[in-house]
Every structure is written in C-alpha cells, then in structure tokens.
C-alpha cells in the first residue's frame, strides 16, 4: 500500500530537493521543498534590509512573503508557487541567502507559519515534504519516513559539481560552509535535526538519483532495480 504521506529529511546538500522531485514524478505526488520556503523568507529579509536576528521583523516578513503560497499538483507532482510564480524560478540559491536561511529559519513562529503550508498541503493528498524535521515535528505520523545520509565529502563534491563559473570555491571551503550549516541545524533550539526513530536511513554515496527513487519506489510497493544493501 503506498503512503499517503513521505517525509524526506537529511542535512544540506544531501539531495532532498532533486530526490524529491524525481520521486514526485515518479508516483505523482505533490512535493513540498521546504528550503526553499525559508529561502523566500530569508530573501524578503535581505530585500528588506532587516536584521535577521530581529525575531519579531522576521516574523512579519513571513508572514506577509509567505500568505500567497500554494501547491498546485499536477499530473507529474506539484508546483510550489507564490503570487502565481512557480518558487523554483526566483533564485534563491545566492550565497547571500544561503547564509541568512539558518538565521531565520531558527524562529519558532516563522517555523509554525511554514508548517501550516506543509500541513496543508498533506490534507490535500499525496505528498512528499523534504526538510530536516518532517519525520520528527512537521508530519511525525507519515507514513513513511526517510534520511538521506550522505558523507561530508560527497555532498561538498556534488555543490562543486553544480556550481556557477563565477562563484568557483575549493572542496575544503565548502565542506567547511556545509560543516558550520549541519551544526547550526543540530543545534538550534527549535525543531533540531534529527533523525526519527522509525525513519528508514539509506546512505546515497556514489548512488544516482535514478538508484535511490528506485528504492524508494520499492518501499511503496513497486517495482525497484535498484540493488540492495545500502539502507540501514
């Protein structure tokens, strides 16, 4: 029977966001990146010149950057979108945003305004939601719980791989960028990530995107080439 519900947690860089979206299309199900959710808070806070460690300006900021999002499922999953535009297509991977995210995203109001979304969107139907605490706080009673886990080395390699010309960084820099953002996820006071108690882990290094959707898509009960021996 396949899950109504697929929470997708895992530290930065670890493939949520493209695993998901192979995945959506695959079973078409809705998919909720919820990065690039605090990525658009994150952006209204730059753009409004606001401290982002002034809770309550953040907090007003996401609201208000935040009360026109809706999912639109489609045949082959869902479009996250924002006043009509499609989220995927606002650039919001600059450095800058990047660096702002944990900053904001660390509020536990701005988190709960980010929930209700999600929440919403799983009362709708079949969905996928990705993050860092799906499994444990936004939907602990998915049906099927996952956690990327993937080496520190091979998620600085991948960013490297996908970077811009003009943005050209050294593997050590951002392995340190992505060390410095898994212990400010872990640590925060607010939703931590962590991974939950029944959630199944499958460590992806050196595996495609291709391998680990056919995983996955075994695990809701159809046909998988995948090999074995790779979840714990």
């Not at 806070?45 to 009360?67: H, T, Y």
Request: net charge negative; charged share 30%; hydrophobic share 40%.
């Amino acid at each position: 029977m396949r899950p109504k519900t697929i929470a997708l947690d895992g530290p930065a860089g670890s493939g949520k966001s493209t695993i998901g979206q192979a995945l959506a299309v695959r079973l078409h199900y809705a998919m909720v990146d919820t990065g690039l959710i605090y990525r658009l808070v994150a952006r209204g806070v730059l753009d409004d010149g606001a401290d982002p460690d002034d809770m309550d300006a953040v907090v007003g900021i996401s609201a208000r950057v935040l009360k026109d999002v809706e999912v639109i499922r489609t045949d082959t999953g869902g479009v996250i979108r924002v006043a009509g535009r499609p989220l995927s297509e606002m650039r919001l991977h600059a450095d800058d945003i990047t660096r702002t995210v944990p900053r904001v995203a660390r509020f536990e109001r701005v988190r709960e305004i980010v929930r209700e979304i999600q929440r919403r969107v799983i009362s709708e139907g079949p969905t996928i939601l990705a993050g860092r605490d799906i499994g444990t706080v936004v939907a602990p009673e998915a049906e099927l719980k996952l956690y990327l886990d993937v080496s520190l080395q091979e998620r600085a390699a991948r960013k490297l791989w996908a970077q811009n010309v003009d943005e050209l960084t050294t593997q050590a820099e951002v392995e340190r960028q992505l060390a410095e953002r898994d212990q400010l996820d872990r640590d925060r006071e607010t939703s931590p990530m962590r991974i939950a108690m029944d959630a199944v882990v499958i460590r992806t290094d050196k595996m495609s995107v291709d391998e680990t959707v056919d995983i996955i898509t075994a695990m809701c009960g159809l046909e998988s080439t995948a090999a074995p021996g790779v979840m714990t």
